[in-house]
């Protein structure tokens, strides 16, 4: 059986961290252009995996079911087969039930059911509500001799959204388990079996980064064969920039164009390093209007005139005079730090572990 094999697309997500509704609005469409995407790549698929968070909330916006319809309505030789997730669990009142897509579309309910697609028998099953502690299933093991799938959306790392008991896939005799609910790619082996999240295909905030997308693979009685394919329009991108002794704006954009922004992804700008000047984050982000989403972070650090601090009557000074002689020593980058981390725990600062 080829398949293509994603998962947390998430459609009509609100994009709130962009805080503005336009590029809200064009990241939803983006999401329905990448659900079209995953459509392209499975006609030439047997079967279209989707682990659960196709919706991201109870409510659906109707130019997303529209496109869903149509979108698995054209895979004549594909069957789509569907699991709910924590986001959109299977319940009376879900799309999932009160749309009616096409005929190769089939929903797995809240028990374990099995259907068959060319060489491979797939076993699914949906979340029946959004809080799914306990583990939706229990000594599982795949009938008969041809290969097997388990679908699901679960957490392998035994949180609190259906935990997976690793030893029981070990001992299940599929040949894949495809997974949904992690927002990152992964897979692991596991006995005989090979468990795999493809991620989310876009990313929707500074915690997704990276190229995100889908897996294509293949069943056979021979074991499974899979390939991670880059699907999404756009990146989130976090990058630490260091501005160490530039004293202007205009420097300062300088150094964050060198270090490689683009017009279409979204960035997380981290300034470091140690400069005489305050940047005001506004007037930074303001010279990439070009750039679809930029916003700029201030962690630089003021110099330090330990001279003067070794004057002062007090904690700081007596503590920067017992810090001098290091600072003109061999390790003077260490004393540099400790003297940082000092002063900020005089000044009552929190001071992260080294």
């Not at 939803?28 to 392209?40: D, G, H, K, P, V």
């Not at 990146?235 to 630490?240: G, I, N």
């Not at 305050?278 to 003021?302: H, I, M, Q």
Request: glycine share 10%; aromatic share 8%.
């Amino acid at each position: 059986m080829k398949f293509v094999h994603c998962a947390d697309l998430h459609l009509d997500t609100a994009f709130s961290g962009l805080a503005d509704g336009k590029k809200a609005a064009v990241r939803q469409a983006e999401l329905r252009r990448t659900f079209l995407s995953i459509i392209e790549l499975a006609k030439s698929a047997d079967a279209l995996l989707i682990a659960g968070d196709l919706f991201d909330q109870d409510s659906v916006e109707a130019e997303t079911i529209r496109v869903l319809r149509a979108g698995f309505a054209s895979l004549e030789k594909t069957q789509v087969l569907i699991v709910a997730g924590n986001h959109d669990p299977l319940t009376d009142e879900s799309y999932y039930k009160l749309t009616g897509f096409s005929d190769n579309v089939y929903i797995f309910g809240n028990e374990l059911e099995c259907v068959s697609v060319a060489d491979c028998d797939v076993y699914g099953i949906s979340f029946r509500q959004a809080a799914q502690e306990e583990a939706l299933l229990q000594g599982i093991h795949k009938e008969g001799e041809r290969p097997a799938v388990l679908l699901m959306h679960g957490d392998l790392g035994g949180g609190a959204y259906n935990p997976i008991d690793k030893d029981m896939i070990a001992a299940s005799g599929f040949s894949y388990v495809a997974l949904g609910h992690v927002h990152s790619y992964s897979k692991e082996k596991l006995g005989q079996t090979t468990c795999a999240y493809p991620g989310c295909p876009e990313g929707r905030g500074f915690d997704e980064l990276g190229e995100k997308g889908v897996l294509i693979g293949e069943v056979t009685a021979e074991g499974v064969s899979l390939c991670f394919e880059p699907i999404c329009r756009r990146c989130y991108v976090e990058q630490k920039v260091s501005v160490d002794g530039l004293l202007t704006h205009e420097e300062m954009i300088g150094a964050i164009r060198a270090a490689g922004v683009n017009e279409k992804d979204l960035y997380k700008i981290i300034l470091t390093g140690k400069t005489e000047f305050v940047p005001d984050v506004n007037v930074l982000a303001g010279g990439f209007s070009d750039c679809f989403f930029l916003k700029v972070y201030d962690e630089t650090k003021r110099p330090l005139d330990v001279q003067k601090l070794a004057s002062e009557t007090g904690l700081r000074g007596m503590f920067t005079e017992k810090m001098i002689s290091g600072l003109e020593g061999e390790d003077k980058e260490k004393y540099e730090k400790a003297l940082e981390y000092g002063l900020m725990a005089i000044e009552g600062e929190k001071v992260k572990a080294l």
